[in-house]
């Protein structure tokens, strides 16, 4: 059984920052593309960054620059180190292993 436990979420302003974490099954993990997503209220849920088995990165244009993707293996974690938070930064963030297997979500709030 894969389990994905995602925490770091909450409550900050805009300018602040944020770190995500998310554990995972470690079979799994260290063979794997890991990713974060979000969704926010009635948009679709998209790819914020993902990071590679290798630790090639890729981020969507929206974060670039003030978003980082890492990867521990030792500690199959991944995580998401956010600065420079803006309100549209608000959703529910999401972690996946290749699009299959995905956690139960950590919310983000931007106040303004």
């Known amino acids: 059984q894969v389990q994905l436990v995602e925490s770091g979420g909450g409550l900050v302003q805009a300018g602040g920052s944020l770190r995500l974490s998310c554990a995972a099954s470690?079979?799994?993990?260290?063979?794997?593309?890991m990713g974060w997503y979000r969704q926010a209220p009635g948009k679709q849920r998209e790819l914020v960054a993902s990071i590679s088995s290798a630790g090639t990165t890729n981020y969507a244009d929206s974060v670039l620059g003030r978003f980082t993707i890492s990867r521990d293996n030792a500690k199959n974690t991944v995580y998401l180190q956010m600065n420079s938070l803006k309100p549209e930064d608000t959703a529910v963030y999401y972690c996946?292993?290749?699009?299959?297997?995905w956690g139960q979500g950590t919310q983000v709030t931007v106040s303004s």
């Open positions: 996946s292993v290749s699009l299959v297997y």
């Open positions: 470690g079979r799994i993990f260290n063979l794997n593309t």
